[in-house]
Structures are given as C-alpha cells and as structure tokens.
C-alpha cells in the first residue's frame, strides 16, 4: 500500500474536479454539489489510508513521489510527508467535507442562477475544491520551489471566495488577504533563490530539495538574512502580531465554509512553515531569532485576546481568537522542546477543529439572525438548545477545558515551554484566563438572557428592541425561523463529526502524537535542542 501515489491522487484529484465542476451545465447545481461532496470525501478517504500506510518507525518522510519538473533548475516534483505533515492532511480532509454540507444552502441561486457577488454556486464549489488541491499540495511538497508555487497558487481560490461570494466589504477584504500574503511571499522568494545559490557554491549544483538543503554549512549571517525571508511569510500567513490585520477583515467578510478552511488550515501553514523549513535549515538563526518571535508570541496572545473581548461582531471575535491561539502555537515552536513542539502541533489540529466548529455554529446563528451583532441575540438557547449546545462545547474548546481536545495540547505547550521558556510561559497562561471571558460572555450574552433581537419574535408578538438600540420587526423569514430555529438534520451531519473529534480527542489523543512526535523530535534534533525532555508517552 506504501506504494501506492496517495499525495499525488489527493492533489490530482480535486483539482480535476474543480475543472468538471466549474463545467457543469447552467442549472445543475446539485449535481456540481454532489460532485464536489463525492470528491471531498474520497481525499478523506485517501488521507486515513495514507495514515494507515505510514509507519511512524520508518523514515521520517514516506509516501512519496519524485519527478523532474525543471531539469535545468533541479526542480523536481516532490512529495513526501512526516507526521506533521500527515496530521494536517487528515485535517483538510476532515473539514473540506463538512464545509461542503455546511454551504449546501448557503448560496441559494438567484433568478439567474447566481450567488451574491454575480459568481455561479458551480464556481464556489469549484473554487473549494480547487483550494483542497493547493492545501494538500503545500503540505506534502519536499521540494522548496514546490512549496512555494503551492503557497502562493493557494491565494487565488481563497482571493476569489472572499472577494465573490463574501459580506458586505468582501473586495476590500480579499484585496487585503491577498496582497499581505502576496508581499510575504515575495520575501520568501528572494530567501528561496539565496537559498539555491547558497546550495549551488556548495555542491557544485543548485538544488531545492529539502533533505539536501538541509545538509548545508551556512554562515551565521547568511543563516538570519534566509531566516528572515521565510519567517516574514510565515509570520504573516500564521498570522503573528504585528502582521495580523488581514486576518479580522479576511475571517469576518468570508462566507462561512471559506472561513473555516481560512482560519482551520490556511494559517497553518505559517506555523508549519516554521517547524518544517526554518529550524531545520537555518538552526543557528533560529536560536538567535527565538526570544524575538516568543515576544510577538506572548504579545499575539494577551493582545488579540483584548481584542477579542471587545468586538460586537461574532465572525470578527472568532478571528481574533484564532490570533490569540496561534500566539500558543509559536510558543511552543520556539521553546525548542520535543514536548511542547508536539503539543504545537496537536493545537494546530486541534484548534482546526474547535475553531471550525466555532465559526459553524456562529455561521448558523447568522444565517437564521440575519446579523453578525451579538447584539442582536438573546435568549437563543430557550430556543435552540441543539444549536446552544454545540456553541458551548466549540467554545469550551476554544478556551481549552479539560476533557476538550484542545486542553491536552495547550497543556503540553505549556508543560514543555516552562522549563526553557519560564517567563514567557507565565505570560501566557494570561491569555488562558481572557479566553475564559470573550468566550463565555459571547455565549452569554447570545444564548441566555430575556429574548430579543428579530429572530425572537413571535408572530403575534410586538416588535423588540435588537442590538444597538434598533427596533428589529418581524419579517417573514423571521417569523418562519422560529418553526426551525433549532439545528436541522443537515446541520447535525456537519456538526455531529466536529463534537465527537472534540470529545474523542479530548479523551484518548494518543493516535495523533504517536504520529506527531517522532516529527517533531527530528525536528528539534535539527535545531540542536536536547530532545529528551521528556516525550508525551511518559
């Protein structure tokens, strides 16, 4: 089964799909749907055997495939992954499914078969389709060259889910997005070239593959001017504060799914960006730079988390939480040890996951409100208890209650940071405890409490004051909502997966760090970092 070309057939796959998508015929929406759904679920598929293939005993980069793509440059098309490398992959093939079903109503067609924005629902789903193919190429790809078209080919699907099918500022949000990543990955070209010139003074022939790269002597000073190129993308896709402020507009004008495959995957490849290429190859630069990137960690964390408490608009709240979560994540990266290098790995899963489900449920509470204010809610729950239940648990999650998934990761972030990094690590347990509050507040103040706002009100009731001090009347869709408020079967099929990850790995997250570990103590071996501090079995 090792064999068999699994990274390959997962990028290949939806990829050609999109195109059949994008061609269906006017009018066949449903089929382009059920297409598209089909296809999600066979990268899922594809992805459990490739992890069922993956021997984590074995050599640290398996499953792969290598041809030659640009002989004259030594670009070859690599593949290749790890366990880091595979658990996002489950990821992505985890949550592009659920996105599908989510958007299934979403983008109802107009008279002529349009969404908002003039753009057909077939081009929204191939669109998505389209971006499942870049993401699962960025992650597997071994060559550096490889890595970096799929970094930047993946902007365009995201540009245009954004820019045609997103709220009210969606072309300034999508120019936004795209311009940020666009300049960050320009400065990663410039390190990606010195980095073939480097390798070419030394082999006597320019090369991008990983391993080999890998293996150079570089100079201190070279190291921290390649380091730099990189770290400035990676920072800017994780995002890191101070390069964040894509991220709020980007997250609250996406249409949901989009939104959920933003923050769950796309910004994660910042953080996998720093453990897959920039402690490995620029070690030295990566201890002189670390307590730098740990201060704008800290500083992501308690800063965004701020943030957080004060916005009024769900989407934008949620966006900035994930800020916040990734400040945990390079923390845990830059403590340079194997315990919480692995924890920073599960939170990445993990925070897809709970942020997934997070932004799910606020995109059903919109989609039934007709608002983003949380303003506009109140006493939902009396009314919904489904929907208020599974809102609870993703933000249980999102502020890491034990018996959650991610507890076990922002534990061992912790655990593994405090004894390098003891300062910081005591700085962020802050953010733990503001977490506590922009959550739970939401929650509060939507799900609990005297009804109000127009998705409560009765047909015959009198009209209530909504958020803001507007006076919300009802409306026919308003009054009709309130015979479906609660979570439909569709929605529970979305839902249902995200609650039990939640749960399961909350429980029993052993399967993904047996997976993870091993990745990540080579990885720190690289850097030099005493990787015996203690493994996550113990």
């Known amino acids: 089964m090792s064999d068999f070309p699994f990274l390959l057939v997962m990028i290949a796959l939806p990829a050609v799909a999109a195109a059949v998508v994008a061609a269906v015929p006017r009018g066949r929406d449903l089929l382009a749907k059920q297409i598209s759904l089909g296809v999600s679920l066979g990268v899922l598929v594809l992805a459990v055997l490739a992890t069922v293939a993956f021997d984590t005993g074995g050599d640290r980069f398996q499953l792969t495939t290598s041809v030659s793509w640009i002989a004259e440059f030594g670009v070859r098309f690599a593949l290749g992954v790890d366990g880091i490398a595979l658990v996002m992959l489950l990821l992505i093939g985890v949550l592009v499914p659920l996105v599908i079903v989510a958007s299934w109503d979403d983008l109802a067609p107009g008279d002529e078969g349009s969404v908002p924005g003039g753009r057909s629902v077939r081009a929204y789903f191939a669109w998505l389709l389209l971006l499942e193919a870049m993401m699962v190429g960025v992650f597997a790809a071994t060559d550096i060259f490889l890595f970096y078209v799929f970094f930047e080919a993946m902007l365009v699907p995201m540009y245009f889910l954004i820019g045609s099918f997103g709220g009210p500022r969606r072309q300034y949000a999508a120019v936004k997005f795209f311009l940020y990543s666009l300049v960050g990955g320009l400065i990663m070209l410039a390190a990606v070239i010195g980095l073939y010139v480097v390798s070419n003074s030394q082999l006597g022939e320019g090369t991008f593959a990983f391993d080999a790269l890998r293996q150079l002597d570089i100079t201190p000073g070279v190291q921290k001017l390649l380091f730099l190129g990189f770290f400035v993308a990676f920072a800017i896709k994780a995002p890191l504060v101070p390069f964040h402020t894509w991220l709020p507009d980007s997250g609250s004008e996406a249409p949901i799914g989009s939104a959920v495959l933003l923050v769950g995957v796309l910004d994660k490849v910042g953080t996998f960006g720093f453990l897959r290429y920039c402690l490995p190859l620029f070690p030295e630069a990566s201890r002189y730079f670390a307590p730098y990137v740990l201060v704008l960690a800290v500083a992501?964390?308690?800063?965004?988390a701020l943030l957080a408490m004060g916005?009024?608009?769900?989407?934008?709240?949620?966006?900035?939480?994930?800020?916040?979560?990734?400040?945990?994540?390079a923390l845990g990266i830059f403590a340079f040890t194997t315990e919480a290098g692995t924890g920073a790995v599960l939170y990445m899963v993990n925070h897809g996951i709970a942020t997934g489900l997070l932004f799910l449920v606020v995109g059903m509470l919109i989609a039934r409100g007709g608002s983003r204010q949380i303003g506009d809610y109140g006493g939902v729950g009396a009314r919904a208890p489904l929907l208020s239940g599974a809102f609870l648990l993703a933000g249980l999650a999102s502020l890491a209650m034990p018996g959650t998934n991610s507890f076990v990761s922002e534990f061992l972030v912790l655990i593994g940071s405090f004894p390098?990094?003891?300062?910081?690590?005591?700085?962020?347990?802050?953010?733990?405890?503001?977490?506590?509050?922009?959550?739970?507040?939401?929650?509060?103040?939507?799900?609990?409490?005297?009804?109000?706002?127009?998705?409560?009100?009765?047909?015959d009731d009198e009209p209530v004051a909504a958020g803001g001090g507007a006076t919300a009347v009802a409306t026919a869709p308003a009054r009709a909502s309130l015979r479906a408020l609660d979570l439909s079967r569709r929605e529970l099929a979305v839902v249902t997966p995200l609650v039990a990850l939640i749960i399961g790995l909350g429980v029993y997250p052993q399967p993904l760090l047996s997976l993870i570990e091993p990745a990540v103590a080579a990885t720190m071996s690289d850097v030099g970092a005493d990787t015996g501090s203690g493994g996550t079995d113990r």
């Not at 992501?300 to 965004?304: E, K, Q, R, T, V």
């Open 300 to 304: 992501g964390i308690l800063y965004a």
């Open 311 to 329: 916005q009024s608009d769900m989407k934008r709240l949620v966006a900035y939480t994930s800020i916040s979560h990734f400040g945990f994540i």
């Open 420 to 459: 390098t990094r003891p300062v910081f690590t005591i700085l962020a347990t802050v953010g733990i405890i503001l977490a506590a509050l922009y959550i739970l507040l939401m929650y509060q103040r939507t799900m609990h409490g005297p009804p109000r706002g127009p998705l409560m009100v009765e047909p």
